[in-house]
T-cell receptor, first 114, second 115 residues
Framework: NAGVTQTPKFQVLKTGQSMTLQCAQDMNHNSMYWYRQDPGMGLRLIYYSASEGTTDKGEVPNGYNVSRLNKREFSLRLESAAPSQTSVYFC?????????????FGDGTRLSIL | AQKITQTQPGMFVQEKEAVTLDCTYDTSDPSYGLFWYKQPSSGEMIFLIYQGSYDQQNATEGRYSLNFQKARKSANLVISASQLGDSAMYFCAMAPRNQGGKLIFGQGTELSVKP
């Protein structure tokens, strides 16, 4: 059971480079999310997609863009990476955006910006 | 402001004993969900248990139970019969309905189980 799959698992970038983090889920979920986790902190929402064709900003969207490619895939793009974006990035999905639906997470992408 | 507070940065428990991890929340929304997640040292986030704000009974999932005290706005996680594999970070999270179900996380509690 794959669940939520994130690629890559690790990445090192130089300041100013761009890259896209990929996420795919095979649970037929409608809603998908991107979070970042900084040391000693809980997860903070970057962007989310309530359903295919929609995306919205979360708590910390600056410096990021997202694309909901189809129902399964939700990508996160850093256009010009900055050291402050060094973090662990998690993708998650849930059946819907209602408050009773648990979100299921991928294994995370560890991103370092030099 | 909508907020989750976990006041215990780290805790120790003896193997086979029970442990309670504290979580308090703040929201003006009468409808919300409360969740607990486990993050082992390998890094993945594992969903443990859910409690709805209108649920009359405390949620239970195997060795996990959620002590929900609505008037006190607390949602403590109780782990019974601790095992070495329970050593991990534990995050409490809230999804207020007026936030469209988006999760707000606490800062986490690191649990260490001693043999």
């Amino acid at each position: 059971n794959a669940g939520v799959t994130q690629t890559p698992k690790f990445q090192v970038l130089k300041t100013g480079q761009s890259m896209t983090l990929q996420c795919a889920q095979d649970m037929n979920h409608n809603s998908m999310y991107w979070y970042r986790q900084d040391p000693g902190m809980g997860l903070r929402l970057i962007y989310y997609s309530a359903s295919e064709g929609t995306t919205d900003k979360g708590e910390v969207p600056n410096g990021y863009n997202v694309s909901r490619l189809n129902k399964r895939e939700f990508s996160l793009r850093l256009e010009s990476a900055a050291p402050s974006q060094t973090s662990v990035y998690f993708c998650a999905s849930s059946y819907s955006l209602y408050s009773n639906q648990p979100q299921h997470f991928g294994d995370g992408t560890r991103l370092s910006i030099l | 402001a909508q907020k989750i507070t976990q006041t215990q940065p780290g805790m120790f428990v003896q193997e086979k004993e029970a442990v309670t991890l504290d979580c308090t929340y703040d929201t003006s929304d009468p409808s919300y969900g409360l969740f607990w997640y486990k993050q082992p040292s390998s890094g993945e986030m594992i969903f443990l248990i859910y409690q709805g704000s209108y649920d009359q009974q405390n949620a239970t999932e195997g060795r996990y139970s959620l002590n929900f005290q609505k008037a006190r706005k607390s949602a403590n996680l109780v782990i019974s019969a601790s095992q070495l594999g329970d050593s991990a970070m534990y995050f409490c999270a809230m999804a207020p309905r007026n936030q469209g179900g988006k999760l707000i996380f606490g800062q986490g509690t690191e649990l260490s189980v001693k043999p």
